[in-house]
């Protein structure tokens, strides 16, 4: 559809956009990136034909824009410029009305019943049908934004040009504008080539993305290849984080402040746990990043506080995340800064202990109940019933774990758990073969974020081997605790 060779735009003598080479196919949703004053704009205006340029070809198809009429351009290419304060007092039916002027002929131009289709139907689909009759400087911007975004839709292009299309808009406008262009570029085969100040607007809806330094090109490529944190931090001179998006598999962006408070004393430990008949609590003097199964605060995120709530082991489960978070609000906790797990185990029963080696140093938390221990390789024979947790495991670790460390923590903290059911004998009294857990398990993996960076946690490293130490020493021990009070020791 748009083949760009070679390209060097400018003003006067000087050029500020070089060598830009890249093609955009039919139906393809192409970002433009780059800092400010990278020449995006000068390359937008390139290509609508706006800026004559310097050296290099643009073809759209097949034709050099050159030499196209403005009439014939305008047919095929829509330009939504940046919108700033200064608009005429045009009302709004009008201005999207103007969209349909390459589409006119004849002397007067007189609108048809199509053109006024057309106009009604870019005047809904963009959401301000309500406003068709106002004066176009009597509006908001975002209000602007969505008439001109009208006016560009009316004339029916195959190529539709924006430049930052939502930075007036709000957060619902901004996704409805970008999902109405993503739906025309699928139904409709529109081309749509769009500058982008937002990365991850420009990741979670274009198909590839060109970013710009100093008037050259970086990359051209799809997002998950553009947006690598050394593409970002050599361009935009900023430090950030690359990760998925939680929903949709694109990449996501967010930036790393400077770290600008003094390191707080983190070092995990018994002075921060607080045991009573009713709950565990840990109180962390500093948020602490987690990956838990909690009730509440499960998954990844940030937390100060960590509960294990005894409940009885009839407990109704069914409405048991409400319930929990009723708890820690009536236990002045907040539920979004607290991760919540339940046992049915006596709290008097709890074991925990710091472990420290080589300058490395985890605090390990563990209830354990052995009634309902199950071989989770013949859990498939029987029904599992949910009741609450019985092997509740914690482990505070104090530094920063990477994703990567967070998984081998798990995996440690299970094998040394199931090692330690297994060497303290705790069978699935259906089977009558060894069990490996219960059927309702909770753990917790929490980082200071520190201190030391630790890229790995494997059995090969040191914090690994510790984890691995302190999770089977303290899980034995809780298993012991449960089984004098049973009296089944
Ligand atoms: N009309 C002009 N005459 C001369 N120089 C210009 C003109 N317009 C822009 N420039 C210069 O060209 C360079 C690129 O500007 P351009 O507007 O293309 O950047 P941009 O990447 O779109 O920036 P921003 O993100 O700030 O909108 C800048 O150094 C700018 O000062």
Same mark, same amino acid.
């Given at each position: ?98 969209? @349909? ?131 970002? @931090? ?152 949910? @009741? ?42 259906? /089977? ?19 201190? /030391? ?37």
């Amino acid at each position: 559809m748009l083949h760009v060779k070679q390209l060097s735009v400018g003003y006067e003598d000087a050029s500020v956009v070089e060598n830009i080479d890249f093609h955009v196919g039919k139906g393809e949703f192409f970002g433009i990136l780059g800092p400010n004053g990278s020449g995006k704009t000068t390359l937008l205006k390139a290509l609508s034909g706006i800026l004559p340029h310097t050296a290099g070809t643009i073809q759209l198809n097949g034709k050099p824009l050159n030499e196209y009429s403005p009439k014939e351009l305008a047919k095929l290419a829509a330009v939504l410029p940046q919108i700033t304060s200064h608009s005429f007092s045009y009302r709004v039916k009008e201005t999207v009305m103007l969209g @349909r002027y390459p589409h006119q002929n004849g002397l007067f131009k007189s609108v048809s019943p199509l053109d006024e289709e057309i106009v009604h139907q870019a005047l809904r689909q963009t959401g301000v049908e309500a406003l068709q009759d106002r004066r176009l400087d009597e509006l908001s911007g975002g209000e602007k934004q969505r008439v001109y975004l009208a006016q560009a839709l009316a004339q029916e292009p195959k190529v539709i040009l924006l430049d930052e299309p939502t930075n007036h808009l709000d957060l619902s406008y901004q996704k409805n504008l970008l999902e109405l262009l993503k739906k025309q570029t699928k139904d409709q085969g529109l081309t749509v080539i769009s500058i982008f100040h937002d990365l991850n607007l420009a990741s979670l809806y274009c198909d590839r993305l060109i970013m710009l330094n100093k008037g050259e090109t970086k990359i051209v490529d799809h997002p998950e290849e553009v947006l690598k944190e050394e593409n970002i @931090r050599e361009v935009y001179d900023t430090e950030v984080h690359k990760q998925a998006h939680p929903q949709v598999a694109k990449p996501q962006i967010v930036i790393l402040p400077e770290d600008s408070s003094a390191a707080e004393a983190a070092q995990p430990g018994e002075a921060f746990l607080h045991v009573t008949p009713e709950m565990i609590t840990y109180r962390s003097p500093v948020h602490m990043k987690c990956m838990s199964s909690g009730v509440t605060g499960s998954g990844f995120g940030w937390y100060k506080n960590v509960v294990n709530r005894y409940v009885s082991p009839h407990y109704d489960c069914t409405d048991y995340r409400q319930d929990m978070i009723n708890f820690l609000m009536e236990n002045d906790l907040d539920p979004s800064f607290t991760v919540g797990m339940m046992t049915a185990v006596n709290l008097e029963d709890v074991a925990y202990d710091s472990y420290s080696m080589e300058g490395h140093s985890i605090f390990v938390v563990v209830t354990a109940g052995a009634g309902n221990a199950v071989d989770v390789t013949a859990a498939h024979e029987y029904p599992q019933e949910l @009741r609450p947790g019985t092997v509740n495991t914690w482990v505070f670790v104090n530094g920063r774990l990477s994703d990567e460390a967070f998984i081998e923590a798990l995996v440690i903290s299970t094998e040394a758990k199931v090692k330690a059911m297994q060497e303290q004998n705790v069978v699935d009294h259906r /089977t009558g073969t060894l069990a490996t857990g219960t059927p309702t398990d909770s753990i917790l993996i929490a980082s200071t974020h520190q201190g /030391t960076t630790y890229p790995f946690a494997g059995s090969v490293t040191p914090l690994g081997r510790l984890i691995g130490k302190g999770v089977f020493e303290t899980t034995k021990k809780a298993i012991e605790s449960y089984r004098k009070r049973a009296g089944r020791s």
